[in-house]
């Protein structure tokens, strides 16, 4: 009976997903009828393309151990796949002679080229990861780079992806497919929260082409069911020892964003407005400014119904026709809900002033009560 299987993950040295292993063998044995097994150097099976046979466990450890790459014993024939000095991994064949030979050395060529191109990735990965964390010297940065192929005279921008990742793992593999077949564009990830692309951008992509891409960062973890998604991008920087910059301000742009622009999927470093002016202010600044603002009721105080009738008249640019076409409410309902608001809060946003005194409030209102929560939580 034909079993395949994968019981425990690679060795810790091992780069390769066992998922990627399985699939390779269950490939060549499907195609050759050639019984194919991987192990890691410790003896443990990880994956399995084969019918019922021998416990080789014991077998595997000592020919690992061995400076024996190939041999042939007990009915099988037996490759090591190394890295350097390092045994990654041990893959045996049975079947008939000649073939189980020739198709043992296509698989253990295909591991080993996939060897190479996760080694790639992930050193990528951790180059990428500590330069945007600033973990870097100068002169560090541009002989990796090198090493790993990555030129440093290029216009770059990072852009952070967050939202309810049930599976991070699977939100990086939709990206990457999303920008599949163009190196310009590499995924990797900082923190457990958010996700990070860096793009590579030729001499003509501009400011635009950046906020399609992060549209298209969007729609794609919106499709893939996951909700909630919100995309922060810095500015443009022309090499790459500015990466960080661009990272900082994309992490900021995101913060900010999600605090005082909730309604918004995509926040731009050059589009935070009064947000980010209103972020520098200290607490207490912003305390008094509230007690200055608001005489009578506080915005916590406030009926919702008219915070939000509020909110929807800030948008259509203080119209009164517009906001009650929005809200589907007769025009006399929306001169009634601003007369209260007005007599409520002590400040009537038909009028230029008023309107951005009372804006300016509930941003300052939320930036409060978001520093009181993250005190709370310390």
């Known amino acids: 009976m034909l079993m395949r299987r994968c019981l425990l993950c690679c060795g810790e040295n091992s780069m390769i997903p066992r998922q990627i292993i399985n699939r390779t ?8 009828g050639i019984d194919l097994r991987y192990y890691n150097p410790d003896g443990d099976l990880v994956a399995q393309a084969s019918s019922d046979g021998d ?11 061995s400076e024996t790459v190939f041999e042939e014993s007990q009915g099988y024939y037996w490759f090591k796949l190394v890295d350097g000095n390092s045994t990654e991994g041990i893959l045996t064949a049975r079947g008939e002679e000649e073939k189980a ?16 191109a996760y080694r790639d990735h992930f050193s990528q990965s951790a180059f990428m990861k500590n330069l945007l964390l600033g973990n870097l010297l100068l002169v560090d940065i541009y002989k990796r780079a090198r090493n790993l192929q990555i030129v440093p005279e290029a216009r770059r921008v990072v852009y952070i992806a967050k939202a309810d990742f049930e599976n991070m793992a699977a939100a990086m593999e939709r990206l990457r497919k999303a920008f599949a077949g ?35 960062i969007c729609d794609t973890l919106e499709t893939a069911g996951i909700r909630g998604s919100k995309v922060a991008y810095g500015l443009i920087v022309p090499e790459l020892q500015q990466l960080p910059v661009s990272y900082r301000q994309a992490k900021l742009s995101l913060e900010i964003g999600s605090l005082f622009y909730r309604g918004k999927r995509i926040h731009s470093y050059d589009k935070l407005g009064i947000g980010h002016l209103l972020y520098q202010v200290p607490p207490e600044v912003c305390r008094k400014y509230l007690n200055d ?7 916590d105080e406030l009926d ?37 608001l007005a007599k409520n809060s002590g ?13 300016i409030g509930l941003m300052v209102y939320d930036y409060l009560t978001s520093v009181e929560q993250s005190d709370g939580k310390r």
């Not at 063998?25 to 050759?32: A, D, G, R, T, V």
């Not at 295909?110 to 060897?115: C, I």
């Open 293 to 299: 603002v608001f005489l009578l009721q506080k915005p």
């Open 55 to 65: 416990d080789l466990s014991d077998a595997v450890s000592t020919f690992a151990a």
């Open 347 to 359: 400040l009537d946003i038909r009028s230029f002033e008023d309107a951005l005194t009372f804006k």
């Open 182 to 216: 163009n190196r310009r564009y590499f995924v990797t990830t900082v923190d457990e929260k958010n996700i990070v692309l860096i793009q590579e951008l030729t001499a003509d992509e501009e400011q635009s082409h950046v906020m399609n891409t992060a549209a298209k």
């Open 101 to 116: 030979l020739f198709i043992g050395k296509i698989a253990l060529s295909q591991l080993r080229e996939l060897m190479i």
């Open 304 to 340: 919702r119904e008219l915070v939000m009738t509020a909110n929807a008249f800030f948008d259509n640019n203080l119209s009164i026709a517009e906001t009650a076409r929005q809200l589907f409410v007769h025009r006399n309902t929306l001169i009634y809900r601003l007369d209260k």
């Open 25 to 32: 063998i269950e490939n060549l044995h499907e195609l050759s």
